[in-house]
């Protein structure tokens, strides 16, 4: 069989040989692996087979120690199993790990390598994840490339098979695995080839069956543990030949020959680096092109990490070698090294020892860190450290790639230093995330490397925010192999697009350009105009760096192709046309070729529209003469006002504009705490459109405030004294609030934070009634209202907020009155969870600390460079913090415990120095209503009246309470997440904390879906919505996680829906939070994982409570003390069908197109499901709690 | 037993009773329990070439929305074998119809796009479809389009069509023409050989407690049969083409009076969407019933016997306005 050549990422690479080599398939998704659990579910749901002709099995578990328990028990059964995880993940399957090791029961687990949390959490590759499992037994092997990620799967296969050891197989997380690059694809006789049935018959027949029935995982004693720990290590010893025979058998089978430690370089080098994953490729290209320059420099790759055979590694190791570097991409605090250096030096110095070493010298060893959290490692780095190693004494346990001006561990390197070919092409292209810009280059990068005799690889970095983002894709295409893990540099692009006008204002765009290149602009203006509307920075790369300039209206051909914003295929056509890479002609047809190939089968129209689109786009696209010298006056934007704070300015700053790693060790913060009140800082300007507020028919009632994701339509009410230094144009009438009486009220939108949702519009109750269309708010174009809007909103947000003890929060209007204290977060325009978590800002902020589970709500709130949690005028304001994904119910216990310890401890405190403090404010102090508002502040002030009386009193004591005093104010403990971590992997602890009684709120912001992993079912998900690992639709019907709580008698339990009744939203938090118990709010959010457009949100919110599909519900454990139903049903028998909710959706529409009849069947399921929900729940609510009569006889005696 | 058969668009069919496009023919079932019920043909649901477009850009708009934008979230749905997007299962349900039925088939379409309409129309031709039916309708709100213009757009799709066909081609109308004689007679040049009486457009409502229009799906009754009663009862035998009247028809008398107008056949779904497809029988046992006891032979005897040809008083479908008869004389006489 003769084998094809396709472009692919080394994720799917990977799983590509995984599917076919297994049986049985458990995987929870975590990034960057997630698609590889991902590409198997599509696969099993195809049909497609593995290489023995049967469909393996695919399952989705509850968490990854859920995933690797079902893998032991599959396996110990006698299956092939294999899962794909990283980081958190890999750490939860260690315990499997040490089991299926110690049985010597065969498998590979694919990991794509994570950095570990630890001073914060980072989804990016390094390879602490690995590293953490050294002590489990199972081997390591590492990939270092797309191709080697494919092949290797293939040999670890084959050899944990033979040897029985487990294998874990990685490669580095984002760089490889989500590069795409151009590689041989292995056919089926290849696997046959490479695998042994027989060792599947001998795993098989070891199976654990009753059939022949063993023991196993037995509890051993001391007097044999030992010994039998020792049994295994023939097979350790085994097992490096075993695959460095694996690896021989692939070589004759495709020519590429691995070695365990495979060595480059000059037959008589001098310096060695000894490294593994991607960063080895760097290594070795650039040792090769060191090479030719006379150096004597080599290269050894690590493959086989465990077990680690000495001997093979010394004998790859030129005797002339004298200095040895060796890097490690993870960090251990406290050893004496990172893991392969101290492995390396143990390897010498046995070597040398035994004399199975070689060396003419005893080599000077030096370890260092490189690419933590997938910072780039590039050939001017390997540089510096050979460099480095030729200094009689080579700085040890350097970091390169980073300014370390604090411990002074960093090398300088010379950021210019290049080993691009002179033949390969780089082009950066800079897009943002709504406009398909990535999509088109991975087509383009397909149609190079399979239509041409070019290889071609692409590299995608993103940024943190869940909407309008930036995409930067790095495209390298050239006739000779691209090995270069690391992305385009400065100077080195022969091609920079720009593909959003705006991005010119703040971004350094053209410092990767090269001299003499292309600068492709998406522009509005002509070529003709467009110079006069470039900052002075701009003119002046593209005279000195003579690029040719290029520019297209590509919103204006794709307005006229119905192509909306998306702009992908006009760009890569234009992109085909200046490169060259193709006949202009031949790569229309390929690019029509590949729409065809990747939108067909999403209909006709779509297909047409796009060739439409393809069709107009050269006879728009234009040179631009380019003057000889700068014209502009306009220079580019700061990242953030001159006016922001020093740590937002000089740290936050740079990061949001991605010159992050410019910023020096000494720079962050020491321990991970970072300041909130950022998110105002960073004025995205995303939204096209704004609401505009029609105050003459404002009826003052707060919906839009209340619905607002990003809290930046508000409203405020105030002394009128303050209009006269009111701006212009801004906006005012008289306030209609009873308890505040004449005042002035204002809604304010902040036009630059804005996303254009347009929730509040379709919240808005108030319509003219001479033109009903026209509402108290309507969107218009937020262009030409940028200015004067920022100076209005500049006004209002340093008008006066409300006092708070003068107002009831319990109604709409008076509760967005409350100042909001989670503002402007990276969440998607229209995001379903965050109006909710603004309410809880504004309602306990200023008291609130929050436990919030890795998720969305864990991105849009902690993901830097900025944090949309804020503070009050009193500095006071939500403290925040994500620790893992399991264990936020767990954690935020652990604040409550304190905060419960503390207080008890300072009143203690107080009761032994009454004396001295004064017996009055003591008492005062202890026995504090904090029930209301007004009961806080006036605690508060209690507070500072001790603080003072104890500055006077000598006293250790008096040291402690005034350190502990601030516990004496109530502080109100969250739990938030979403349903990922609040029904799946943080259920366990979750049923804990609610059944320990103790008061915290949990708020599971429910959307039905892992959303931030890209829409993985979890079991919140509902039935005949489609979801991944439910690509044919969920056939049973999502988990009543409220009525298992209820089941305790003793917890809270709310379940709402702001879309579908705002007033009940706001009264089950106040109840939820108020109660002295644990408290679950379970929260119906809307989410792009839907799929519809999120301005209609609030109707479908509404949809589905009438439906039946989401009740509404309060359960108060309090009405029990009295004798009554503590259940209060707040929705009404369903009155429409599931499907008239559903069908809105394309999760469940979908399902209709791919597979009518099961959606028919799964809808008459779900509409019998309501009914008989409501009908339960109803009868709940009518059973009798009253309280039993006393027995007057039985009391007496 | 009354001879029931007539013929429509040149097609035989046992009795003139025919299931016009509804969500009945989504189903092989239902339409399997139509013929058992004994309808003598069916219209299929209409293919709406902008409901297809828009399905297709639909999809690809949610499937596409916020991908590649998110490091963790490239993607937000799995990718699936087949969306089935585009004409194919309509297609295929007129060959599975053609497959499990003996009674004719219609097909029915509604386009936006000259390509389209001509293109589906082939596409339903090779599906094995009888005849087809096409569901032209445009709400004019632009004030420049005059009529003629407007009634061009009709005659020159049709006849367009009509060159790309084989199979029978009938064209369903709305009444809402300046005249409808001369538009009708202008739809058979241009080459249709049936004409369907008439569309009923779903007027919006007013939803006055969140003040929103609304869409409002109200099954017709019997009352709307006059309309298009009076105006086959006015084309029969002035054009060449068969007549058959939709909309109304909700008893055999509904039948019958259509008939004698000069409908070969007469439509019904909002009927069998209120009384369930069994209703059938009753509709057609009830017309050979009075039939018989009316000692009308054939259907082809009747069809026709009131046209405005066929009666003594012609000028009473004239009448608009005023209820009561305006005594005939004849000046003529002394």
Redesign the interface.
Same mark, same amino acid.
């Given at each position: 069989m003769t084998r094809e050549m396709i472009t692919i990422g080394g994720n799917e690479a990977a799983a590509y040989i995984a599917y076919r080599l297994n049986e049985v398939i458990a995987i929870y998704p975590i990034t960057p692996s997630s698609d590889m659990g991902e590409f198997a579910d599509e696969w099993a749901a195809k049909g497609k087979k593995n290489i023995w002709g049967t469909v393996p099995t695919v399952m989705e578990m509850q968490s990854e120690g859920g995933a690797a328990g079902a893998l032991h028990g599959a396996m110990t059964s006698g299956s092939l199993t294999t899962t794909f995880t990283a980081s958190q993940g890999l750490l939860l399957m260690i315990p499997n790990m040490y089991k299926i090791a110690g049985e010597l029961t065969p498998t590979v687990i694919n990991v794509s390598a994570r950095s570990l949390a630890t001073h914060a959490l980072s989804i990016f590759g390094d390879q602490s994840d690995i590293y953490s499992t050294r002590g489990t037994g199972f081997a390591l092997i590492a990939s270092r490339s797309v191709q080697e990620a494919h092949d290797m799967a293939l040999i670890a296969q084959a050899s944990t098979l033979e040897s029985r050891i487990p294998f874990l197989h990685f490669f580095d997380g984002f760089r490889t695995s989500h590069e795409v690059n151009k590689i041989e694809l292995l056919n089926e006789d290849d696997m046959r080839q490479m695998i042994d049935d027989r060792f599947i018959m001998e795993h098989r027949a070891r199976a654990l069956t009753p059939d022949r029935p063993t023991l196993r995982g037995t509890a051993q004693n001391p007097d044999t543990f030992f010994q039998a720990r020792e049994t295994a290590n023939v097979y350790y010893k085994m097992c490096p030949e075993i695959v460095e025979k694996a690896m021989d058998k692939f070589a004759s089978i495709t020519g590429r020959q691995y070695k365990l430690f495979r060595y480059v370089g000059a037959p008589d080098a001098e310096r060695v680096i000894i490294s593994m994953g991607s960063g080895a490729e760097t290594v070795e290209e650039t040792v090769l092109y060191l090479n030719q320059k006379g150096e004597k420099v080599g290269a050894i790759t690590v493959t086989l990490y465990r077990p680690f055979s000495m001997a093979h590694l010394l004998e790859v190791l030129p005797p002339s070698v004298n200095k040895i570097a060796i890097l490690d991409r993870t960090k251990e605090p406290g050893a004496l090294g990172e893991p392969l250096y101290q492995d390396v030096i143990t390897a010498i110095e046995e070597g040398l020892s035994t004399g199975l070493a070689k060396f003419e010298k005893h080599p000077k060893l030096i370890g260092g860190r490189y690419g933590l959290s997938s910072k780039e490692f590039t050939p001017a780095m390997v540089k510096a450290i050979f460099e480095e190693l030729v200094k009689s004494e080579p700085l040890n346990h350097f970091t390169i790639g980073i300014e370390d001006d604090v411990n002074h561990t960093s090398l300088p390197y010379d950021s210019a230093f290049s080993i691009v070919h002179p033949k390969t092409v780089s082009c950066v292209f800079f897009g943002l995330g709504a406009d398909g810009t990535v999509g088109a280059n991975k087509n383009s990068i397909k149609i190079i490397g399979e239509e041409t005799p070019n290889h071609a690889q692409g590299y995608f970095v993103y940024d943190s925010k869940k909407s309008g983002t930036v995409t930067i894709s790095h495209l390298r295409f050239g006739p000779h192999p691209i090995r270069a893990p690391y992305v385009i540099g400065r100077g080195e692009a022969n091609f920079v697009a720009c593909h959003q006008f705006t991005f010119l204002e703040k971004l350094d765009m053209l410092k990767f350009a090269r001299e003499g290149g292309v600068f492709l602009l998406n522009s509005i203006y002509g070529p003709d105009q467009v110079w006069d509307h470039l900052p002075v920075e701009v003119q002046a790369d593209i005279i000195n760096k003579k690029l040719k300039f290029h520019v297209i209206d590509a919103y204006d051909v794709a307005n006229k192709t119905k192509m909306g914003s998306r702009i992908n295929t006009i760009m890569q056509t234009c992109f085909f046309a200046i490169s060259g890479i193709l006949p202009r002609q031949e790569a229309i047809e390929q690019i029509k070729y590949s729409i065809q190939k990747t939108y067909g089968k999403r209909g006709d129209a779509v297909v047409q529209q796009n060739f439409a689109a393809v069709d107009s786009t050269l006879e728009n696209l234009y040179e631009v003469k380019v003057p000889a010298r700068v014209t502009s006056s306009m220079k580019r934007k700061p990242a953030v006002s001159d006016t922001a704070p020093d740590f937002v300015r000089n740290v936050l700053g740079p990061m949001i504009i991605h010159e992050g790693d410019s910023l020096p060790v000494s720079a962050l913060p020491i321990d991970g705490v970072f300041p909130t009140n950022t998110s105002r800082w960073d004025k995205r300007n995303i939204g096209l459109e704004i609401p505009v507020w029609e105050s003459d028919l404002c009826i003052q009632c707060g919906k839009c405030s209340f619905v607002c994701p990003h809290a930046v339509i508000r409203q405020k009410i105030y002394h009128p004294k303050y209009l006269e230094t009111a701006p212009v144009t801004f906006k005012s009438i008289p306030a209609k609030f009873k308890e505040l009486p004449d005042q002035i009220y204002t809604i304010q939108v902040s036009p630059e934070d804005c996303t254009g949702c347009a929730l509040c519009v379709e919240a808005c109750p108030a319509k003219d009634k001479t033109r009903v269309g026209r509402k108290a708010i309507n969107m218009a174009q937020q262009q030409p209202l940028r200015e004067e809007e920022s100076i209005n909103w500049e006004f209002f947000i340093n008008l006066p907020e409300v006092d708070r003890s003068a107002i009831s929060p319990k109604t709409i209007k008076n509760s967005q009155l409350l100042q909001p204290l989670f503002e402007f977060s990276g969440a998607c325009a229209g995001c379903g969870e965050t109006p909710y978590v603004k309410l809880v800002s504004q309602l306990f902020g200023d008291r609130a600390i929050i436990a919030n589970a890795t998720g969305c709500s864990s991105i849009y709130g902690g993901n830097l460079p900025t944090t949309p949690w804020a503070s009050n005028i009193d500095g006071r304001g939500p403290a925040w913090s994500n620790s893992l994904f399991e264990d936020n119910a767990e954690f935020g216990l652990g604040m409550r415990l304190t905060i419960n310890k503390q207080r008890d401890f300072a009143s203690e405190l107080l009761k032994e120095l009454s004396s001295q403090i004064g017996e009055n404010l003591v008492s005062e102090l202890l026995q504090a209503d904090q029930t209301e508002e007004i009961g806080i502040i006036t605690q508060r002030q209690r507070v500072r009246i001790l603080r003072e009386a104890l500055k006077g009193i000598k006293d250790l004591r008096a040291r402690h309470l005034d350190s502990l005093a601030d516990s004496l104010v109530k502080k109100s403990v969250w739990i938030m997440g979403g349903d990922g971590w609040a029904y799946d992997i943080g259920y366990g602890g979750l049923d804990h904390v609610l059944a320990s009684g103790l008061n915290v709120n949990v708020l599971v912001l429910d959307t039905g879906v892992y959303s931030n992993t890209g829409g993985q079912a979890s079991k919140a998900t509902p039935r005949a919505a489609v979801a991944k690992f439910a690509a044919n639709g969920k056939g049973l019907p999502r988990k009543d996680l409220g009525r298992l709580a209820m089941t305790y008698g003793y917890v809270y339990v709310a379940s709402v829906a702001m879309g579908a009744n705002d007033q009940q939203t706001l009264r089950a938090i106040l109840e939820a939070e108020a109660y002295e118990g644990p408290s679950l709010v379970i929260a119906y959010s809307h989410c792009i994982a839907h799929g519809f457009d999120l301005k209609k949100g609030l109707d479908q919110q509404k949809l589905a409570v009438l439906s039946g599909i989401w009740p509404l519900y309060r359960f108060n454990p309090d009405q029990i003390d009295k004798g009554e139903n503590p259940l209060s049903l707040d929705y009404k028998e369903p009155s429409i069908t599931v499907d008239e909710y559903a069908y809105n959706e394309t999760r469940f529409r979908m399902l209709t197109q791919s597979n009518e009849e099961r959606a028919e069947v799964l809808m008459n399921l779900a509409n019998i499901d309501v009914k008989r929900t409501w009908r339960i729940y109803q009868s709940m609510s009518q059973q009798d709690y009253s309280l039993p009569k006393q027995d007057e006889d039985k009391k007496e005696t | 037993m009354a001879d029931l058969k007539t013929t429509y668009l040149g097609l035989e069919l046992k009795n003139p009773l025919v299931a016009s496009a509804s969500p009945l023919s989504k189903k092989v079932d239902t339409v399997k329990r139509l013929e058992d019920a004994g309808v003598g043909a069916v219209v299929m649901y209409s293919l709406f070439e902008e409901q297809?477009?828009?399905?297709?850009? &639909?999809? /690809?708009?949610?499937?596409?929305?916020?991908? &590649?934008?998110?490091? &963790?979230?490239?993607?937000?749905?799995? /990718?699936? &074998?087949?969306?089935?997007?585009?004409p194919e299962v309509y297609l295929e349900q007129i060959q599975k119809l053609k497959r499990s039925v003996d009674i004719p088939i219609i097909g029915s379409l509604n386009g936006i796009s000259s390509g389209g309409w001509i293109d589906y129309a082939k596409k339903i031709e090779e599906a094995g479809a009888d005849a087809l039916e096409l569901n032209i309708y445009f709400v004019p709100t632009d004030t420049d389009v005059n009529s003629q213009e407007l009634e061009d757009t009709y005659t020159t799709l049709t006849a367009n069509i009509k060159n790309h066909l084989n199979i029978p081609l009938s064209v369903k109308m709305n009444p809402f023409f300046t005249s409808i004689p001369n538009i009708a007679s202008k739809l058979v040049q241009a080459g249709a050989d049936g004409l369907v009486m008439f569309n009923r457009f779903l007027q919006p409502d007013i939803e006055l407690e969140n003040?929103v229009i609304t869409p409002n799906l109200i099954l017709s009754t019997s009352a709307e049969l006059r309309l298009p009663l009076r105006w086959i009862a006015i084309l029969y035998g002035r054009i060449q083409a068969d007549l058959a009247l939709t909309s109304g028809v909700h008893s055999r008398e509904d039948m019958i009076k259509a008939l004698m107008a000069g409908a070969k056949v007469t439509m019904i779904a909002s009927h069998f969407l209120m009384n369930g497809i069994d209703s059938a029988r009753e509709l057609i046992l009830g017309l050979n019933t009075w039939m018989e006891t009316n000692e009308y032979e054939s259907v082809n005897q009747m069809i026709g016997s009131m046209s405005q040809k066929s009666v003594a008083e012609p000028a009473a479908y004239e009448r608009a306005n005023y209820m009561k008869a305006l005594t005939s004389f004849d000046n003529r006489r002394y």
């Open positions: - | 297809i477009i828009h399905q297709s850009l &639909e999809l /690809d708009y949610y499937l596409s929305r916020h991908t &590649e934008s998110n490091a &963790e979230s490239l993607t937000y749905f799995p /990718d699936l &074998e087949n969306y089935n997007v585009g003040m």
